[in-house]
């Protein structure tokens, strides 16, 4: 008899309190939630999922793509552990897991997705590093799973995504930079056909021309998005006759590589160039001088991500009933040292 209905009866409240406390409802008080748990937990109660699956009942697991060796997959830093965090919390809710897919350096994406899916490890799906054309979301469509992107794309067709404001960080920083006395600047741009680039390569093309200022094709550098293309970043700077004044940077890890490189040439940031940076990031906070950039809470992206995926979901309509969403995440300034020539 350890069911639902047991268990309701043992608590004295009805079937439906029980499904809604166990279900993360928010029309359940947090003293009955705990409850609620806690004798379940104690008579080893697990919710039949059968119900409420994200396709067939087949895993209650969504799994997180994320491209080893891309030089835009940001596995090289921290900016996957905190969102993986914000979406374990949202389906830990439902009682659902998370697990990290990393597909190889030498394995195409689309394919990768493919063999997840003929293999059914996964019921629902998360991808990152979505490109202008992007092939990964033809193929989860026609296979009609269920699936959120990190980051928009030109694909056609409506499905859920959440993407960082590349447009607005490129504007709000040329506004910074122009508002200081700039009128060369210059931005570094992912070197593949990552969607990231283009959106924010016209973002930093707009507010040029807000400002009355040309576009010149020469000021735009496309470069790896790590360390070392910032290094060469740094270099190609250093190598014009007629160097730009600032430059805004389209990653977190391109200071790194950039402040290396202007220090070999004796150039100081914020001094002899003007910097501003993407996402704020552990080592970006120690570097001398500081480096204006953007932050955001990472889990609550997560949490948000995990959320809009759920919410595509018809069995899933009753919890998060905004449908499909599409949302631009907002990042907030953070000044630093480094804008200041």
């Known amino acids: 008899m350890t069911g639902i209905k047991f268990l309701a009866q043992q608590l004295n409240v009805s079937i439906g309190t029980v499904s809604r406390a166990l279900n993360g409802k928010p029309d359940v008080s947090e003293d009955t939630r705990q409850r609620v748990i806690a004798a379940a937990a104690a008579m080893g109660y697990a919710p039949n999922q059968a119900g409420r699956s994200l396709r067939r009942g087949n895993t209650n697991a969504v799994g997180f793509m994320i491209e080893l060796g891309s030089d835009t997959g940001r596995n090289n830093d921290n900016f996957f552990l905190g969102v993986f965090d ?4 949202t389906l ?5 897991d ?10 195409d994406p689309t394919q990768y997705v493919q063999r997840m899916i003929a293999r059914r490890l996964v019921d629902a799906m ?9 092939t990964r979301i033809d193929v989860l469509r ?6 959120i992107t990190l ?7 409506t ?16 506004d910074r930079l122009v508002a200081a006395g700039h009128r060369r600047i210059a931005v570094a741009v992912p070197s593949n056909d990552i969607n990231l680039g283009f959106i924010f390569l016209d973002g930093y093309r707009n507010a040029l021309a807000a400002n009355g200022l040309s576009f010149e094709p020469e000021l735009v550098f496309r470069v790896p998005s790590s360390e070392q293309g910032g290094y060469q970043l740094g270099h190609d700077l250093c190598a014009m006759a007629n160097r730009p004044s600032a430059v805004v940077l389209n990653y977190e890890l391109l200071a790194l590589g950039l402040y290396r490189r202007l220090d070999e040439s004796g150039l100081t ?9 993407f996402r704020e990031g552990p080592v970006s906070r120690f570097l001398s001088p500081t480096l204006t950039c953007f932050r955001l809470s990472l889990r609550d992206l997560g949490i948000a991500l995990g959320e809009a995926l759920l919410a595509s979901i018809p069995a899933y309509a009753d919890v998060y009933p905004q449908g499909i969403v599409r949302r631009i995440w907002p990042m907030e300034l953070v000044p630093g040292e480094s804008d200041r020539a």
């Not at 914000?86 to 919390?89: I, Y």
């Not at 980051?151 to 067709?157: D, K, L, N, Q």
Request: proline share 9%; hydrophobic share 40%; aromatic share 4%.
């Open 126 to 134: 998360i991808i990152s590093a979505t490109h202008r054309k992007d």
């Open 86 to 89: 914000g979406v374990q919390a």
């Open 269 to 277: 940031p914020g001094i002899d160039l003007a910097v501003i940076g």
């Open 159 to 174: 499905h859920p995504w959440i993407d960082l404001d590349f447009d607005g960080v490129a504007r709000r920083a040329v």
């Open 151 to 157: 980051g928009r794309s030109a694909t056609p067709g």
């Open 92 to 96: 830990a809710r439902h009682h659902l």
């Open 98 to 107: 998370l697990i990290v897919l990393p597909c190889p350096t030498d394995e």
């Open 142 to 147: 026609d296979a009609r799973i269920p699936f």
